[in-house]
């Protein structure tokens, strides 16, 4: 395992930052050897990708801190446009030199502006001499914000003329970044998923205190074994270690089995996680009401999940215009005359079989259709006349608002607006007993 | 909004100038004041009624979103810093509150939910719409905007921060979001208890802020998601929960955001009450009882409940539509001003003008009832005023005994027909005062086949019945049910005496065990047609005969108590019927307006000239109205030469009958310019638009198109 060192920090500093990044040792080894010392100016951009939960939030979070370098951090999904992103840069910077001081309020428009204002905040917080480094979270948020942000901050070095670096973390990778040709590269970095082994370590290394560390990495053992092929996202799997460890103690606790019973520890909690699976793990029950049951001892099956919900009560002609739509979206138009006309004459047998396609309508997806056609399902479907009255309409718009249907192509309304069924076959079927 | 539709009558007008309205339409008499008085005392009463009904309706849903809400958080307040509190995810306590597809009712649950949030919970709520928020930074105005205004609503003392802060352009970020939330926690805390509000004492110290999506299926996906990533990263420090108001289904929220996104929410479900429940708990509060003098006919009751079953759901606007019928029946009907409670009746009648009593001696029912009296009484009661009054009163009062004792008796009919298989006479009340009302419904086919299956029905069943049946007479008003209750009492203990009775014999059961007997095919054959004759032949056991008394009793009783309203005398009086002036109210049919008005303008305009028969083009009609006939005529590409030279033909008919060879080949400018303003105003109304495959042609949007 490669030991984390560095001439410009403690060995002390270095140590307590490797045991907090478990399996992230040869990435963090890398920044460090490109961060160089404090006052060496670094690469003035670096891109950091890698999946989700991968570290690269926490690594770099605890990276800038442990060793007290100066840093800002900033969520681009959370400042969403460039005003915000610049003002909250600078903001941070603001108060992180004068803590006691109430900041003011920055104002900041332009890029040019930050740049200048940039250029004060260093100034005053006399850091010369020591590399600010700036951290965008998200920055895939960067390529919607106006043109010049991306490539201004990839070359903010160059531009403010002060010694900073600007670290880009993102789930997807740079190619797809690139604003134009003659933008600055920056410097690439891949973070790879952790394999099972390194999640295991990861899991087991905050054991409850009640217990002992073999026992919660056995715990921990069963768990990826259950849940490893569904999920991979260390969050996700803390928290439902975290959910589904009381009932792992349980007979311990009650004293049917001792700590290293593992079997049959393993045969109480492996339906119970299965079950987990199904339900908390997709989000069909909340992990409050899976708390709840599991406090009770009560079954899952009494709890309906979300998915369970699936019936919608709608109004008779709404049914109808479901229905219509449905049925306009997925039939050709030239079989409307053999369906909804009673006299619609001999079917030419032959020549319809011939004609008829291999591929399903329902792997083709809803096809847009006209109001107009619409209206005249409805009127051969309904057994009574109906009279195109403005509740029918209504109901057609609120169909589109309850996003039953959904409005295509909705630039002209007078230009016979045309709209698209989104709901399923089953739907429909359940609809239209 | 969704199944909107905007009642078109004179509403919320100030009063003077409602009772002035009321006026100047019905010349003929003088109690226009009082009728609109009664009108909107009568109004205001139903409406604290259904506020009332609908309080209790929402009662339980609130109750337990309210516990929902303060268990959200209680982890948060308490601080814990056990391990699996510190190991777990802090995921956003999410409601999905799934209100059914009458989207215009919601509002008035939001309304009650953030009130009853406001005094239970948190005074920190925003409500937000999905056409607020087309954007999250839209989004965050709104809901930074609602949050420090709410704030300051309740610390009126604090006016000149609130000024400050809206000067100094507000940050919509979260941060600053964060930064108020702690102020306005840290100034409640550090606030003398001598000061402190009555409001806050009834909050904890850091209560949670709640946002409430009012209509989550409009909300763009990305707006959510990045809403939900943005507070999640910030749910320490601001104890945030959603609300979700659904329309549809749960699965919506499958359906709009990702695993990752979902996976940080917590969410639970609650459901309210169906909207077909809530109708039936307004029809029987409203309707069903003879606390109100106001009734609906059975045509229009139909119209109401028709829009509402096959159009919106909405109770809201079946409640509107009722209101719309009070109101109309206040301003058409000069007799109204006796629609009232009965003990103004009298004073009332006695008050009337004499053009009031000619409107009674016009209405129909009342001229039915004099042609059956004597021919003394008849010229009293067409000549005698005073008489007359005293004849009236006496009937209103008829007219309300009948009421009480039509609603009692219909729920007991109800007990029965709402038990039978398949429901002959529906399974819901208002299906049966409706046929009860629409004529008399002994002589319908379904209440024939119901008074069958009725007699077929088990003891056990028939006792329950008889017992409901029992209640319901003993807690109406009615005097006349006494002796009614009393029999029915005596049906049951006539039933509890057979059932003692038939403990003794057992003649049949014992020809079963005979039956089981036998195992020879033959002979199990021939007991079983000879168990079959008998049963055929058999004299009635005591039970079906008791069963057929009931029966016909209870038949007797409809017979005598469920007679239609429109054969009562002075009906006119308290039955709103006018089924068609509602229709066009709440149902109406633009197309059909439109072509109506195009068509045959005379309908309109009601100008003799206009009148035309048959399918004729008559060129005195508007311009319009000939260019609108003539496009019926065309495919779905108008020529636009073709179309002006019809045009002017049509014109030109009448004008110069003799028309010379020179106007025929050139168009006149003034004919010309006539055509494309009416083709321009075709345009306009959407029923053509400029066709890009041909120059010179224009399409047709409407029917007859494809």
């Known amino acids: 395992m490669p030991n984390l060192e560095h001439p410009a920090y403690p060995a002390a500093d270095l140590l307590h930052l490797e045991s907090l990044v478990p399996c992230r040792e040869s990435q963090v080894s890398m920044l460090l050897s490109i961060f160089g010392e404090r006052q060496q100016f670094s690469f003035p951009s670096i891109f950091i990708y890698g999946h989700t939960s991968s570290g690269k939030t926490y690594v770099m979070q605890t990276l800038l801190t442990t060793l007290q370098l100066p840093h800002v951090f900033v969520n681009c999904v959370e400042y969403f446009t460039s005003q915000f992103l610049l003002e909250e840069i600078l903001s941070q910077l603001q108060s992180s030199s004068s803590d006691a001081e109430q900041t003011c309020p920055v104002h900041c428009d332009t890029l040019n502006d930050f740049v200048r204002l940039f250029k004060q905040a260093v100034a005053s917080r006399e850091l010369q001499d020591q590399t600010l480094y700036i951290v965008l979270d998200r920055a895939e948020q960067l390529r919607e914000m106006e043109a010049n942000i991306l490539p201004a901050f990839l070359r903010l070095q160059e531009l403010t003329d002060r010694n900073v670096t600007v670290v880009l973390l993102s789930e997807i990778v740079w190619e797809l970044f690139r604003p134009n040709v003659q933008c600055f590269e920056p410097f690439t970095m891949y973070f790879p998923d952790y394999s099972i082994g390194h999640l295991q370590k990861i899991l087991s290394q905050n054991h409850p205190p009640e217990y002992s560390a073999d026992f919660y990495s056995a715990y921990i053992n069963i768990l990826l074994g259950v849940f490893y092929m569904v999920c991979r996202d260390l969050k996700e799997l803390r928290h439902l270690a975290a959910l589904n460890f009381a009932k792992y103690c349980e007979p311990v606790v009650r004293g049917e089995a001792n700590e290293r019973d593992t079997r049959k520890l393993w045969k109480n909690i492996e339906p119970h996680l299965k079950k987990a699976m199904q339900t908390v793990y997709l989000r069909e029950i909340s992990s409050s009401q899976w708390e709840r049951l599991q406090h009770d001892g009560g079954e899952p099956g009494q709890l309906k999940g979300l998915s369970a919900h699936t019936h919608v009560e709608l109004p008779y002609y709404s049914k109808f215009l479901l229905i219509a739509a449905y049925l306009a979206s997925y039939n050709p138009v030239r079989t409307d005359k053999r369906f909804f006309l009673k006299h619609h004459g001999k079917i030419r047998k032959t020549n319809f079989m011939k004609k008829h396609e291999k591929t399903s309508n329902h792997l083709l997806g809803p096809k847009p259709f006209p109001l107009d056609r619409l209206l005249a399902i409805l009127y051969s479907i309904v057994d009574n006349r109906v009279a195109p009255t403005a509740n029918i309409f209504s109901q057609i718009t609120s169909l589109v608002t309850l996003q039953l249907l959904s409005m295509v192509g909705q630039n002209d309304q007078l230009d016979g607006p045309r709209y698209k069924c989104t709901v399923s076959l089953d739907f429909i079927r359940a609809i239209a007993r | ?706």
């Open chain 2, 1 to 706: 909004g969704c199944f909107v539709f905007k009642p078109s009558t004179k509403k919320r007008r100030s009063s003077e100038k409602t009772a002035h309205d009321f006026r100047s339409r019905s010349d003929d008499s003088e109690d226009t004041e009082l009728r609109f008085v009664t009108c909107q005392s009568l109004w205001n009463q139903i409406k604290s009624e259904t506020e009332q009904i609908q309080e209790d309706l929402n009662k339980q849903l609130l109750d337990n979103l309210v516990s929902f809400l303060s268990r959200s958080h209680s982890e948060f307040q308490e601080k814990t810093t056990e391990w699996t509190c510190r190991m777990k995810f802090r995921e956003i306590p999410t409601a999905a509150l799934v209100l059914g597809v009458n989207v215009t009712d919601h509002d008035l649950t939001f309304r009650g939910l953030s009130d009853v949030l406001q005094d239970n919970i948190t005074p920190y709520i925003a409500l937000l719409e999905a056409k607020d928020c087309p954007g999250i930074k839209n989004l965050m105005q709104k809901l930074v905007g609602q949050l420090m205004n709410c704030d300051t609503d309740v610390d009126s003392l604090e006016d000149e921060d609130c000024v400050q802060v809206s000067q100094n352009r507000i940050r919509c970020s979260m941060s600053s979001l964060i930064s108020w939330y702690e102020n306005v926690t840290k100034k409640t805390d550090s606030e003398t208890p001598s000061k402190k509000r009555n409001s806050s004492s009834r909050h904890w110290q850091s209560p949670p802020v709640v946002v409430i999506f009012k209509d989550m299926e409009s909300f763009t996906t990305k707006v959510l998601q990045d809403f939900i990533v943005i507070s999640s990263q910030h749910i320490h420090e601001l104890p945030l929960v959603l609300i979700f108001g659904i329309a549809t289904s749960p699965m919506i929220i499958h359906r709009l955001l990702p695993h990752s996104v979902s996976s940080l929410l917590c969410v639970e479900l609650f459901q309210s009450l169906s909207c077909k429940e809530h109708l039936s708990t307004i029809i029987d509060k409203l309707l069903l009882t003879s606390r109100f003098p106001f009734k609906l006919g059975e045509k229009v009751l139909q119209v109401l409940i028709n829009i509402f079953l096959y159009h919106d759901f909405s109770v809201q606007n079946f409640i509107k539509g009722f209101q719309l019928c009070i109101v109309e029946h206040f301003y058409s009907q000069p007799l109204s001003v006796l629609c009232c409670q009965l003990v103004d009746v009298k004073k009332r009648v006695y008050s009337l003008s004499h053009d009031q009593c000619e409107n009674i001696r016009r209405l129909p029912s009342f001229r039915r009832y004099v042609e059956k009296q004597e021919s003394g009484k008849q010229i009293a009661l067409l000549t005698n005023d005073s008489f007359l009054k005293e004849e009236t009163q006496k009937l209103l009062e008829d007219l309300y005994v009948y009421h009480e004792n039509y609603v009692s008796v219909l729920r007991c009919l109800h007990v029965f027909t709402s038990s039978l298989p398949k429901y002959p006479l529906g399974k819901q009340i208002r299906e049966l005062h409706c046929a009860c009302l629409e004529n008399r419904v002994w002589e319908t086919e379904e209440y024939e086949s119901s008074l069958q299956l009725a007699r077929m029905l088990n003891k056990t069943d028939l006792v329950t019945m008889l017992q409901q049946c029992v209640e319901i007479l003993m807690s109406s008003s009615g005097k006349e049910f006494d002796k009614t209750v009393e029999k029915l009492k005596e049906f049951l203990t006539q039933f509890q005496n057979l059932e003692e009775a038939s403990q003794e014999r057992d003649v049949s059961v014992s020809s079963q065990k005979e039956l089981q007997k036998k195992t020879d095919l033959y002979h199990l054959q021939k007991t079983l047609l000879e168990l079959k004759e008998s049963r055929r032949s058999k004299k009635l056991t005591k039970f079906e005969m008791l069963r057929f008394e009931v029966v016909d009793y209870i038949d007797s009783l409809v017979r005598k108590y469920l007679v239609p309203a429109d054969n009562r005398t002075l009906h006119e009086i308290v039955y709103f019927n006018a089924a068609t002036v509602l229709r066009g109210h709440l149902n109406a049919a633009p197309r059909t307006a439109l072509h109506t008005a195009l068509n045959n303008p005379h309908w309109y305009l009601k100008n003799q000239a206009l009148k035309c028969d048959g399918g004729g083009i008559s060129n005195k009609a508007p311009d319009i109205c000939i260019v609108y006939k003539l496009h019926l005529e065309c495919g779905r590409l108008i020529n636009l030469v073709d179309w002006l030279e019809a045009f002017s033909t049509v014109v030109m008919a009448a004008e110069e009958p003799n028309a010379d060879a020179a106007s025929s080949d050139e168009v006149d400018d003034i004919i010309h310019a006539r055509f494309i303003r009416a083709v321009s105003e075709l345009e306009l109304l959407g029923f053509i638009k400029p066709s890009k495959q041909k120059t010179d042609h224009v399409a047709r949007l409407t029917w007859g198109g494809c």
